[in-house]
């Protein structure tokens, strides 16, 4: 399995930053990118093999990452002119062996459980397998009976699932890739032919998920990453600090674990697991305990934890 991050674009909706940078080079919070971000995801399945699928100012890309990174290769493909996304994937397919394929768009940050993905686009019946997560409108939403408002609801989740831009490829499909199609881009020839042929699966999972298109994205992801480090198990966050008193926030995906051994008071948010210490107990949401040893949560669930140190 390798995998392959589109990075072509000129994020013009986020200039004047993309003037002197890629949109994958930009920062989430202090020398940290969306590109390092997508790579520890990457990591975290065991991937060794990087194609980077460049245009625009791909050069930044390489000088960044070189041709290692992190125990990672890095395999530059860059296109000298724009020729859209069905080329890009075509120069991938033709450089990378007959390995499945985690495609990416570069401008997508998500928390979801990439090892699960990976399993569940491996193990299924289909071709290929995308991420979906549930729309958030961008408008507030009306509610009519004739002629009076009954309801408002302010930019409600709806009930319509939007492609996510991460994509698990099987080596078996690869040559529909390369079928005549009256069109640059896959989204508008490959994958409505492989949806015609039942050949595209849906992974979904409910996790922070945003697409950096604008500065508006950009600020709402920088305000999810303040106080934030991103770790293999999730991440941790510094919620308040103060004196001699803290306040780390834990998110642990399903599957993972994580040692606590700093912290006076431990109380679960979401999820459910088991505590390894001293003595091993479940935990489910609304559950506080004291810490008086180092402690292990290993998830079932994905789990939130605040841990409270003085």
């Given at each position: 399995?390798?995998?392959?991050?589109?990075?072509?674009?000129?994020?013009?909706?986020?200039?004047?930053?993309?003037?002197?940078?890629?949109?994958?080079?930009?920062?989430?919070?202090?020398?940290?990118?969306?590109?390092?971000?997508?790579?520890?995801?990457?990591?975290?399945?065991?991937?060794?093999?990087?194609?980077?699928?460049?245009?625009?100012?791909?050069?930044?890309?390489?000088?960044?990452?070189?041709?290692?990174?992190?125990?990672?290769?890095?395999?530059?493909?860059?296109?000298?002119?724009?020729?859209?996304?069905?080329?890009?994937?075509?120069?991938?397919?033709?450089?990378?062996?007959?390995?499945?394929?985690?495609?990416?768009?570069?401008?997508?940050?998500?928390?979801?459980?990439?090892?699960?993905?990976?399993?569940?686009?491996?193990?299924?019946?289909?071709?290929?397998?995308?991420?979906?997560?549930?729309?958030?409108?961008?408008?507030?939403?009306?509610?009519?009976?004739?002629?009076?408002?009954?309801?408002?609801?302010?930019?409600?989740?709806?009930?319509?699932?939007?492609?996510?831009?991460?994509?698990?490829?099987?080596?078996?499909?690869?040559?529909?890739?390369?079928?005549?199609?009256?069109?640059?881009?896959?989204?508008?020839?490959?994958?409505?032919?492989?949806?015609?042929?039942?050949?595209?699966?849906?992974?979904?999972?409910?996790?922070f998920w945003i697409g950096v298109d604008s500065e508006?994205?950009?600020?709402?992801?920088?305000?999810?990453?303040?106080?934030?480090?991103?770790?293999?198990?999730?991440?941790?966050?510094?919620?308040?600090?103060?004196?001699?008193?803290?306040?780390?926030?834990?998110?642990?995906?399903?599957?993972?674990?994580?040692?606590?051994?700093?912290?006076?008071?431990?109380?679960?948010?979401?999820g459910e697991g088991i505590i390894k210490g001293s003595?091993?107990?479940?935990?489910?949401?609304?559950?506080?305990?004291?810490?008086?040893?180092?402690?292990?949560?290993?998830?079932?669930?994905?789990?939130?934890?605040?841990?409270?140190?003085?």
């Amino acid at each position: 399995m390798i995998g392959a991050i589109l990075s072509g674009g000129y994020g013009k909706r986020l200039k004047p930053i993309t003037d002197e940078i890629p949109k994958v080079l930009v920062e989430i919070k202090e020398n940290y990118t969306i590109m390092d971000r997508q790579l520890l995801d990457f990591k975290s399945v065991g991937i060794e093999d990087v194609f980077i699928l460049s245009g625009h100012l791909g050069e930044k890309i390489e000088e960044r990452y070189g041709s290692e990174y992190n125990g990672m290769r890095f395999h530059y493909l860059k296109e000298e002119k724009p020729m859209g996304t069905l080329y890009s994937v075509r120069n991938l397919l033709k450089n990378s062996g007959d390995e499945d394929i985690i495609l990416r768009n570069g401008d997508v940050v998500t928390d979801i459980n990439y090892g699960r993905f990976a399993q569940f686009g491996k193990e299924s019946q289909y071709g290929m397998t995308m991420l979906v997560t549930k729309m958030k409108s961008p408008y507030g939403i009306v509610e009519l009976l004739g002629d009076q408002v009954v309801s408002f609801r302010e930019k409600p989740v709806l009930d319509h699932y939007i492609n996510s831009g991460m994509y698990y490829i099987k080596s078996s499909i690869k040559e529909l890739f390369f079928n005549e199609y009256n069109g640059k881009d896959i989204e508008t020839t490959v994958y409505p032919e492989l949806a015609r042929r039942k050949q595209i699966g849906a992974y979904r999972e409910e996790s922070f998920w945003i697409g950096v298109d604008s500065e508006k994205e950009l600020e709402q992801v920088r305000k999810e990453y303040r106080g934030r480090d991103d770790t293999p198990y999730g991440y941790k966050r510094d919620i308040y600090s103060k004196d001699h008193m803290s306040i780390m926030e834990f998110f642990v995906r399903d599957g993972s674990s994580v040692n606590l051994s700093d912290g006076k008071i431990i109380r679960f948010i979401q999820g459910e697991g088991i505590i390894k210490g001293s003595t091993d107990n479940m935990y489910s949401p609304g559950k506080v305990m004291d810490m008086d040893s180092t402690l292990e949560i290993k998830a079932y669930t994905p789990t939130k934890l605040e841990v409270l140190s003085y």
